[in-house]
């Protein structure tokens, strides 16, 4: 691959936590394209540091798009405007020399900032843990194949399971909702035998939970499936919504 | 989780919403709009209309109190998730591009908004009305198609004005059907989605209906 080289513009979200925030402005020069957008971050981090300037904080962890600890808007869009991508895995390749971007954390009233373009994302954390689980006696794993489970039904559960909680589907919705990642989180075990048992609960629990930590109502606008850098689908929206009216009649746990 | 927990939560208020809606959509909506176009066959036929109508009271009636009943939950349901949402995503981008939203689905509180101030309107034009008589086949009835006439003719500043508050509806219906349904659990695809197009369709459908009738009458 040819080695070429860009140079950005960027204003970026600076901000302490408690404090009001601004945006100031860093030039990104000699950036190469085989570089993803968290490595071009690093290089700006470093002139910063260089120079005696607070460097940008974000979050990261596994730089290959399945951990779901990055994100920030680029130009308007969550994770950048790349379909099925994580910001750790946008490549400048798919910028072009001397464009500007504006980079600001994810924003919605349940996400406040901790710091620059880091958001505190545990209110996803707290809707899975009011339900999102199956309780099973832990041991040796046990023979894959003594639960038959339909093809069609399990790849549906495994393309709920992708979703990898970056909360990109909050930042990107017009009403700050969580819609996508609960019915996500919903779907992944509504779908299997091994979900039966507490499905009537699950979802009253982490809808309810949901609505207790301020996030909005969905008005089925889809901002969030585009966002999603997974592909989650909105069917798994639809499911959630049959599963909280269906909970109303499924027995008690 | 009780009846009541259950409405007020996120998607119970969305059921609320969709549910009244869609009664408002069946049982006054479609019913009116099959009504109105009776007038494009002239006097006698939408005279002997409204005259049979005033004979059905009782059921009118009825439905009139389920309309009241289905506006006030689908107004005080709309206000109050629109408000949450204002409050859930508050603080804003300074640069927030969207790929998805319609322009309907954005406009769903101002279009809702003047459907109501619609209403008000149209029902003091029309329902609280001084109407004079006309003979039907030996019959004194109400002259309800001189009214309607004589309301929109040589008056194009008002037909202007119907036809504005029905691209409202047209908008306001082309995002709630599809979304009423993915609300009632019922999978409606983001993009090439038989659905949606339905619902477009509809909506245009319907809101040409009602627009024809005011520029009929003023071409009359
Ligand atoms: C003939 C009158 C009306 C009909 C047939 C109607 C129908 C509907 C339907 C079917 C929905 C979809 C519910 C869903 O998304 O699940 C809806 C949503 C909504 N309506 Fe109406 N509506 C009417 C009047 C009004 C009025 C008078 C207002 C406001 C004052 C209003 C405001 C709203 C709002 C804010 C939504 C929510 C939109 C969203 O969540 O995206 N509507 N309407
Ligand atoms: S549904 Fe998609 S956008 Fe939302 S948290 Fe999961 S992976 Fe991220
Ligand atoms: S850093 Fe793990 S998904 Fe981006």
Redesign the pocket.
């Known amino acids: 691959m040819a080695d070429k080289k860009i140079n950005l513009t960027l204003n970026v979200w600076r901000q302490q936590a408690g404090q009001e925030g601004a945006f100031e402005t860093y030039k990104a020069e000699n950036i190469d394209t085989n570089a993803s957008f968290l490595e071009m971050l690093d290089v700006v981090n470093e002139n910063l540091t260089c120079s005696g300037k607070e460097p940008i904080a974000f979050e990261h962890d596994c730089r290959e798009g399945i951990c779901g600890s990055c994100g920030a808007l680029v130009a308007g869009m969550t994770h950048g405007s790349h379909d099925r991508t994580t910001l750790c895995q946008l490549h400048m390749r798919s910028f072009e020399d001397g464009d500007e971007l504006t980079i600001e954390p994810f924003r919605a009233d349940a996400f406040p900032v901790i710091k620059d373009l880091i958001v505190d994302r545990s209110a996803l954390d707290e809707i899975v843990a009011s339900g999102g689980y199956v309780s099973v006696k832990t041991g040796s794993a046990p023979e894959a194949s003594t639960i038959p489970i339909e093809k069609n039904f399990a790849d549906s559960a495994m393309d709920a399971a992708a979703c990898i909680g970056c909360g990109a589907c909050v930042a990107a919705c017009p009403?700050g909702a969580a819609m996508l990642f609960t019915s996500a989180k919903v779907s992944q075990f509504a779908l299997l035998p091994q979900g039966a048992p507490e499905r009537a609960s699950r979802v009253k629990e982490m809808v309810d939970t949901m609505d207790k930590l301020g996030f909005g109502?969905?008005?089925?606008?889809y901002e969030c499936a585009v966002a999603c850098p997974k592909g989650i689908d909105v069917k798994h929206i639809a499911r959630l919504n049959r599963e909280f009216i269906a909970s109303r009649t499924r027995k008690k746990k | 989780m009780n009846s009541t927990r259950f409405l007020l939560s996120s998607i119970g208020q969305?059921?609320l919403?969709?549910t009244?809606?869609?009664?408002?959509?069946l049982l006054?909506?479609i019913p009116h709009m099959g009504g109105n176009v009776l007038f494009l066959f002239g006097p006698d036929l939408f005279n002997s209309y409204a005259h049979h109508l005033h004979k059905l009271v009782p059921i009118v009636i009825g439905i009139e109190i389920l309309m009241l009943a289905?506006?006030s939950v689908?107004?005080i349901?709309?206000?109050k998730?629109?408000w949450a949402?204002r409050k859930a995503a508050s603080s804003r981008y300074s640069q927030k591009g969207s790929r998805e939203r319609s322009l309907a689905?954005r406009l769903?509180?101002w279009?809702?908004?003047?459907?109501?101030a619609f209403?008000i309107i149209h029902l003091a034009n029309f329902k609280f009305y001084e109407k004079s008589k006309t003979m039907l086949d030996g019959h004194e009835v109400y002259d309800v198609y001189g009214m309607v006439l004589s309301r929109f003719q040589g008056d194009l500043w008002y037909v202007g004005v119907y036809i504005f508050f029905m691209i409202a509806?047209g908008l306001?219906?082309s995002?709630?059907?599809q979304?009423?349904?993915?609300?009632?659990g019922v999978y409606v695809p983001r993009s090439g989605s038989k659905i949606k197009a339905a619902s477009m369709w509809i909506a245009i459908g319907m809101a040409s209906t009602f627009a024809i009738i005011p520029i009929i009458a003023y071409l009359k």
């Open positions: 009403n109502n969905c008005s089925n606008e | 969305k059921l919403l969709a009244s809606g869609t009664i408002m959509f006054f909506l289905s506006i689908h107004m349901i709309a206000a998730t629109t949402n689905a769903m509180p279009s809702g908004g003047m459907i109501f209403i509806v306001h219906l995002h709630a059907l979304s009423a349904l993915q609300t009632y």
